[in-house]
């Protein structure tokens, strides 16, 4: 009956893998604690301390957006800016440089 009621404070409590991934415990040692405490909020309390969050995704997302340097983002927006019109500066010059000239496929040699 323990191993279901523990299988249950898990799913309830999905955050506790973290402490596994992280090898800071084991499934044993939780199921352990669970044995001799059961859900004793005091024995549990540093491994629930920072979850019921309903949505951990856009928790994520929005410490992503904090962690973005926008001044460094506005000035590499800039950089391609810079470099697009210099590219589009340099294809109409040429286009308007040689009209005359014809592109012609790289098999056909230059007696043709």
Do not use: C
Request: no cysteine; aromatic share 12%.
């Amino acid at each position: 009956m323990a191993k279901e009621e523990f299988k249950k404070f898990v799913s309830n409590n999905p955050h506790l893998i973290k402490y596994i991934k992280n090898n800071e415990m084991t499934w044993q040692s939780f199921y352990e604690m669970y044995d001799m405490y059961g859900e004793n909020e005091e024995i549990w309390k540093p491994y629930l301390k920072e979850e019921k969050v309903t949505n951990k995704g856009s928790i994520d997302f929005m410490s992503y957006l904090k962690s973005i340097d926008l001044d460094a983002l506005q000035e590499s927006i800039n950089s391609i800016q810079r470099v697009l019109g210099v590219v589009s500066d340099l294809s109409s010059s040429n286009k308007t440089s040689n009209p005359e000239y014809e592109t012609k496929p790289l098999y056909q040699h230059l007696d043709d």
